[in-house]
């Protein structure tokens, strides 16, 4: 079910411009779910997070995934669901599965 201005996903990559790997990272998950079939908004005005979230938050879009350079430096992302507040630190490596089942349950 698509919500969100037909969005599902939000990608927030932090300071891509900065971080090559924060792009990279965003630019491979993005691929990733769009060859899967899911629809994904990626966030790469260069804004601030405040003002990335609530923009977000306005299309309505459910679930969020934030890419920076520290949480890269940890090895995960950062996923949130908007609608039910719940948030969780996911590997890098197992983000696009875990969205892809995440996803499928909310079908």
């Known amino acids: 079910m698509e ?3 037909g969005f599902q ?3 927030a990559p932090m300071q891509p411009a900065t971080f090559v790997e924060v792009k990279e990272i965003t630019d491979r998950l993005y691929y990733q779910l769009k060859k899967a079939g899911y629809s994904v908004l990626v966030d790469d005005r260069g804004q601030k997070p405040r003002n990335m979230f609530e923009v977000i938050e306005f299309l309505g879009i459910r679930y969020r995934v934030v890419i920076s350079g520290r949480s890269l430096s940890a090895g995960v992302v950062e996923f949130k669901d908007l609608q039910t507040g719940y948030f969780e630190k996911i ?3 197992e983000i696009c599965d875990f969205l892809k089942a995440r996803l499928q349950k909310a079908s």
Do not use: K, P, R
């Open 3 to 5: 919500n969100g201005g």
């Open 9 to 11: 996903i939000a990608l």
């Open 91 to 93: 590997a890098q490596d």
